[in-house]
């Protein structure tokens, strides 16, 4: 992919971006800031300071809190026109990641370096507004999650997560669900068994069918 094509990419993406001088717009596109990482990749790790402010051009990146006791929860995903609002607190606090990112599927993404995403903060009001428009919109989001953790029951939030998906065939195991609900594999595999019994979905190896989306719709709206 060659500089003038991650150049459109990323004013398409990134419009709050597209009112700088295109001497500006240049600087912030060198060789070394694209980076290509496969699906898998750990992009960045709790405890580590931040390098930069990730702008995602291809992919998405799943960002996950640990417990101490090993379980985890999907606090929410960065796709293609969004970013981190872990990585802009870090920047903006002088902290460390408190949780970790990992690529989802293959990865292209622009890293701002530190000192260009200080000067756009103050400089740039377009890329500040959306700096602190995806605070708005993730606390919002974190808010929902924070609800649903504490007071729907643990089948509601799995059907809720089957649907999410928007697929009839969803190729993913029991696992990568329990991940993202924060719950561990064996009673979520419980819970499938229980919504195949009712004929809502049917179980494959890696894979799940929906085969009553209604009754799922029902058991998600309960």
Do not use: W
């Not at 990568?176 to 924060?182: H, K, S």
């Amino acid at each position: 992919m060659n500089a003038t094509v991650d150049r459109e990419k990323m004013l398409n993406l990134y419009p709050a971006l597209s009112g700088l001088p295109a001497d500006r717009v240049a600087a912030l596109l060198p060789p070394q800031a694209i980076m290509h990482l496969p699906a898998g990749t750990q992009v960045f790790a709790e405890h580590q300071p931040c390098q930069g402010f990730p702008l995602l051009l291809e992919g998405t990146i799943k960002v996950i809190k640990q417990a101490a006791s090993g379980r985890e929860l999907m606090l929410y995903r960065v796709a293609p026109g969004g970013s981190c609002i872990i990585s802009s607190s870090c920047l903006l606090g002088h902290t460390d990641y408190n949780a970790r990112g990992i690529a989802e599927t293959p990865l292209t993404l622009l890293v701002l370096p530190v000192g260009a995403f200080a000067a756009l903060m103050v400089e740039h009001p377009p890329f500040r507004d959306f700096v602190f428009h995806l605070f708005a919109d993730r606390i919002g989001e974190l808010m929902q999650l924070v609800e649903e953790v504490a007071f729907a029951r643990l089948d509601q939030r799995l059907a809720k997560l089957i649907l999410a998906r928007n697929e009839t065939v969803l190729a993913v195991t029991h696992q990568q669900l329990a991940d993202e609900l924060g719950s561990v594999r064996e009673i979520v595999s419980r819970l499938l068994k229980g919504f195949a019994a009712q004929g809502l979905v049917t179980l494959g190896r890696e894979q799940l069918t929906i085969t009553d989306r209604a009754g799922l719709q029902k058991l998600a709206a309960v």
